[in-house]
């Protein structure tokens, strides 16, 4: 279980895993890379868009791509000692790929992208100290992404401005802010994972007490955090979302089978890099509450209902990969949580107290269930329904194509998925005798009360 002291893990009181103070600017022998990614920010446009706005930036974004491969590589060891600046220079260098492959022009790659040894290999090198994949993640483009508003005001969701975009657009910043503002409120649910796991009987009386009322907080906590997403139409339009913002984030093979793969000049063993960028399940207070309320997405318990066709051909293994996309102290976390002995685990307790905390439990799992049906609502707006768009303007356009299911940014079919990762949610319900959850996750019937 986390030590009482979980700083350790990179983890803030207030911010949870969002770091508790803006990221500093690299050092000056680091300047070129910070100067490129303000130059790209305000030159490079999407390879694919054929807009008489983007092709005027095509001679700008060539010659920035032929200065970066004349970059010598720099030595990055000077950075070790400081996780502030590890963390930084990997947002630098991962916005700072995906610049270079995205603003290609159709067609002018060939069969795969050869990223530059000037980003590769330092790109690769910081990512080995600080334990995460050598590619544009979640915590690149929203825990570590923003500044302070207001340096006079304390921090918080409304005094923080992401400053890196791909897009230029507001919807981009946007929806970075709805992200970290999902990460902000729900640092206080780390807070009852933690408490619970200080606790030293989980079955005595008062420990009883208090962890019906700590599972009561979560589920309003859960509903705050539906709300946060339900209100991220407000803001973020789907069309620019899905065709000016999106595709930027893709990484190395992301479209499925034949999408060109990414090699990375200088760095060996490129086939078992983890490359797909970034993803909303690599943000790790998810997996924490998910661990804590015991959610089984690798169907490896024996839980009622059984998991449909659907549910089994669905990559149950994806929320395991995605922590290979988070900064290895949030990943020790999680695995330290996921190490907590089964019979004190939360959903054990409350099998073994139902008229004290089965209820509570169960209402704590239903929010969280109603949290990804929130979200499936979301990708269907932002991406699948986009996505069936963009294929008719194929049918009717030569030169554009589209096929195969709707993708997330790191790969995986977005609906098959999602549903799946709700019907495993839904499995975590202790049951009840009025209570009946049915394959589509969908519950039936009423929650008995005590």
């Not at 897009?167 to 902000?184: L, M, Q």
């Not at 949580?337 to 685990?345: E, N, W, Y």
């Not at 069936?388 to 977005?414: D, H, I």
């Amino acid at each position: 279980m986390p030590p009482r002291e979980v700083q350790q893990y990179d983890i803030d009181e207030t911010t949870g895993f969002l770091p508790h103070e803006p990221l500093r600017v690299l050092p000056t022998e680091f300047k070129r890379w910070e100067d490129a990614l303000l130059e790209a920010q305000a030159e490079m446009s999407l390879g694919i868009d054929d807009s008489p706005s983007s092709r005027d930036k095509r001679t700008a974004g060539a010659q920035w791509r032929d200065r970066v491969r004349m970059w010598p590589v720099l030595d990055t060891d000077c950075l070790a000692g400081d996780l502030r600046l590890l963390q930084r220079a990997h947002l630098i260098l991962a916005f700072l790929v995906h610049f270079f492959v995205h603003s290609q022009p159709r067609g002018e790659a060939g069969p795969s992208v050869l990223v530059p040894r000037s980003l590769t290999v330092p790109l690769t090198a910081v990512s080995r100290k600080l334990g995460i994949a050598p590619i544009l993640t979640f915590a690149d483009v929203v825990l570590w992404n923003w500044t302070v508003i207001d340096g006079s005001r304390s921090l918080s969701v409304g005094n923080i401005r992401h400053v890196n975009l791909f897009s230029g657009k507001e919807d981009e910043r946007s929806f970075y802010a709805k992200c970290a503002a999902i990460e902000f409120e729900a640092a206080r649910a780390l807070k009852i994972i933690n408490n619970y796991c200080r606790m030293e009987d989980v079955d005595s009386p008062g420990a009883i007490g208090d962890i019906g009322e700590d599972l009561e907080r979560l589920a309003e906590i859960v509903k705050g955090l539906t709300r946060v997403l339900g209100s991220m139409r407000a803001v973020v339009d789907p069309y620019t979302y899905y065709h000016e913002v999106r595709h930027w984030w893709k990484g190395s093979g992301s479209e499925g089978q034949g999408s060109p793969p990414w090699p990375y000049e200088g760095v060996a063993d490129n086939d078992v890099l983890d490359l797909s960028g970034p993803s909303a399940g690599q943000s790790p207070i998810m997996h924490a509450i998910d661990i804590f309320l015991d959610v089984d997405h690798m169907l490896a318990e024996t839980r009622l209902p059984v998991p449909s066709g659907r549910d089994k051909r669905a990559d149950v293994g994806f929320m395991e990969r995605m922590r290979r996309y988070m900064q290895g102290k949030h990943r020790d976390y999680l695995e330290s949580l996921a190490r907590m002995p089964h019979d004190i685990r939360v959903r054990q307790v409350a099998a073994r107290h139902p008229e004290k905390l089965q209820d509570a439990y169960n209402q704590a799992v239903l929010a969280l269930k109603e949290f990804r049906d929130a979200h499936l609502r979301i990708a269907c707006l932002y991406i699948i329904s986009m996505s069936n768009s963009n294929r008719v303007a194929a049918s009717e356009v030569p030169n554009k194509t589209s096929s195969g299911p709707a993708r997330g940014t790191g790969g995986m079919e977005v609906s098959t998925l999602l549903k799946a990762t709700r019907n495993a949610t839904s499995r975590a319900l202790l049951p009840t005798t009025n209570t009946r959850i049915d394959n589509r996750g969908e519950e039936q019937g009423r929650f008995s009360k005590e």
